[in-house]
């Protein structure tokens, strides 16, 4: 049972969860989204040439590039299930939290060193290792959400940490913007400005999330932990492992996750090499465009959480991912750059939506009497990193197989449809959806969108 000093519903708790999605943020928008690729692919160059020699071999930049964060997910989702069950053994998260999330801090502060093709290597290392500290965190993060909210209260405190987290990641988008769009200003050059970014990025990762490493609760379990913890930790993870076999439906919903979320972060993480490749869109036309799509992920999170709310996670779900099938049907057809900004605006809407509700609703889904959060959400985490990877592979396998990226997007359609309907199997009362007063007040436009 949790301490007497675990105070659910806490708003100033809750304030200090949500910062960290605020301050991890920045890095999947400046350095996995917008800047940094555009100056890797600039800088990351053999005599003009894309194909550069990397250890010894010929490689084309953008795919180097790929594998790297590949690699980077196969092997957070390797090193989680231990290290949750050995967090959850200890009870104490935070520390694990702190350990990766100031690794990829440092990392993305070491791309500051990133300045010709001679260090090609280390900004491959860094971005390795920055993708790892991020992906790591999430894991501990996100099983903190059942120890400072009540259940009725999952959706609305998700979505307001998605919505913080695009919020601060737009506001210093802008403030990297201005340092390279105005680098003469300052007097410096653009590659500067861009180096000088990273370091921001760093900077602002590792300082904010002091505010939910000092808030948020320690060892609330009261975790007694012994000096064998990895193996303790083993015990914890297999545990969890085993009760897994007996829950129906959280296994149909990890497995229904996987497909969607396919879907759902290889469009995150390719939508600009679609608008560059197919539709020609220069980057100063893409990076308003990212912009304006984490503006509307929050106002997504914010929307879904309400319909949920109404009427039920699961017909929450399936609208979005109804929503998600239209748009790769549509990205087949689409030819004009006004057809991409309008596909962007509703992925933006509907991208919010579906990962805050995804951790709200598989929260949802958690024995309520359980005691090791990281560990189960370890499970959620390695679906998300696998997910992934399988995703943005199938998506450039198929486009190298037919020399079209178009039938790679129609492709990411047919994982929604499978997701759709392993999605429909789960029957899980918790998913079906009651008003309630409670969560009639958590969500309202004040408390989620400040």
């Excluded at 914890?236 to 990890?254: N, T």
């Excluded at 197919?278 to 465009?289: E, G, N, R």
């Excluded at 509703?346 to 951790?359: D, N």
Aim: with cysteine; proline share 2%; hydrophobic share 50%.
């Amino acid at each position: 049972m949790m301490t007497t000093a675990t105070k659910l519903n806490d708003p100033k708790t809750v304030r200090a969860w949500t910062m960290y999605d605020w301050a991890n943020s920045v890095y999947s928008l400046v350095i996995i989204t917008a800047i940094f690729p555009i100056y890797y692919k600039a800088v990351a160059v053999d005599n003009g040439s894309d194909v550069i020699n990397f250890l010894g071999y010929q490689i084309q930049n953008s795919n180097l590039y790929s594998y790297a964060l590949s690699l980077s997910f196969l092997i957070v989702a390797a090193i989680l299930p231990l290290l949750s069950g050995a967090a959850d053994y200890t009870g104490n998260k935070k520390v694990f939290m702190k350990a990766f999330a100031w690794t990829g801090s440092i990392a993305c502060m070491g791309l500051f060193f990133f300045t010709d093709l001679e260090t090609v290597p280390l900004a491959i290392f860094l971005s390795i290792i920055a993708s790892i500290g991020y992906s790591g965190s999430l894991v501990f993060y996100d099983a903190f959400l059942p120890e400072i909210v009540t259940s009725d209260r999952y959706d609305a405190t998700s979505a307001k940490g998605y919505s913080m987290g695009y919020y601060g990641s737009v506001l210093l988008m802008v403030i990297c913007l201005v340092l390279i769009l105005g680098h003469e200003t300052f007097g410096i050059t653009s590659g500067l400005a861009s180096r000088i970014s990273f370091v921001l990025v760093g900077l602002w990762w590792m300082g904010f999330s002091l505010i939910p490493l000092r808030r948020l609760p320690d060892n609330p379990y009261n975790r007694k932990p012994s000096n064998d913890i990895w193996a303790k930790g083993y015990q914890e993870i297999a545990k969890v492992w085993r009760s897994l076999k007996e829950q129906r439906d959280l296994k149909k919903f990890l497995l229904a996750f996987f497909f969607w979320n396919m879907g759902v972060q290889t469009v995150m993480y390719l939508a600009t090499l679609f608008g560059t490749d197919v539709l020609q869109l220069k980057d100063d036309t893409l990076i308003p465009t990212v912009v304006a799509i984490q503006l509307l992920g929050a106002v997504g999170a914010w929307a879904f959480s309400r319909l949920s709310m109404r009427s039920g996670n699961r017909f929450a779900l399936m609208t979005m991912i109804t929503i998600w099938i239209g748009i790769c049907v549509t990205a087949y057809f689409i030819t004009t750059a006004l057809h991409f900004y309008i596909i962007a605006a509703v992925v933006g809407l509907v991208m919010g939506g579906i990962q805050s509700l995804s951790r709200a609703t598989y929260s949802k889904l958690i024995p309520e009497n359980t005691i090791d959060h990281a560990s189960y959400f370890s499970f959620y985490d390695v679906t998300y990193n696998l997910s992934i990877v399988f995703g943005t592979f199938s998506y450039g396998f198929i486009n190298q197989l037919t020399g079209s990226m178009r039938n790679s997007a129609l492709a990411l359609g047919v994982y929604f449809v499978i997701g759709m309907i392993v999605l429909l199997t789960v029957k899980s009362s918790n998913l079906l959806g009651k008003k309630n007063e409670v969560e009639e007040e958590v969500l309202s436009t004040e408390d989620v969108l400040q």
